[in-house]
């Protein structure tokens, strides 16, 4: 559902709201290569790689984001502090398996602001999804 919402919505986000973000994830990244002593070529070609595929997941989950954010608005979709108290628990639990979304070095406003988005853009997509079913039924009738 998400890459048919990206390809249906296409739009740019500015190279500024993200290269920051690139940066730090890239400089986080390369210290672990270097601890691996990967011969500088290989550090640089890797790193390189690192970076495009850093800024394109970035501004897949921009887009994404904003487009949830439209969708919420449209339809009166809300985040309740219950809903990001049961993310934050969920999360903490994948973190066990190094798949969360949030660390334990992350200051309380990036876990809120991280956990926020990823609930409305999962509520966003099924609020989607649960329409687009009952259109689909009513069109059987």
Do not use: C
């Not at 730090?24 to 601890?35: R, S, Y």
């Amino acid at each position: 559902m998400e890459n048919e919402i990206l390809t249906k919505y296409a739009f740019d986000i500015p190279g500024t709201l993200i290269k920051d973000q690139v940066e730090g994830q890239t400089e986080a990244i390369m210290l672990e290569l270097q601890e691996k002593n990967l011969d500088n070529n290989l550090l640089e070609a890797e790193t390189k790689k690192i970076k495009q595929e850093v800024a394109s997941r970035l501004s897949r989950d921009y887009r994404l984001y904003f487009l949830a954010q439209q969708v919420a608005h449209d339809y009166k979709i809300e985040i309740t502090q219950e809903d990001l108290t049961q993310e934050l628990m969920r999360q903490m639990w994948l973190q066990q398996s190094g798949q969360s979304i949030i660390s334990k070095d992350m200051e309380s406003q990036e876990v809120r602001s991280r956990l926020y988005a990823h609930i409305l853009v999962n509520k966003a997509i099924d609020y989607l999804i649960t329409h687009a079913q009952k259109r689909l039924d009513q069109q059987d009738i």
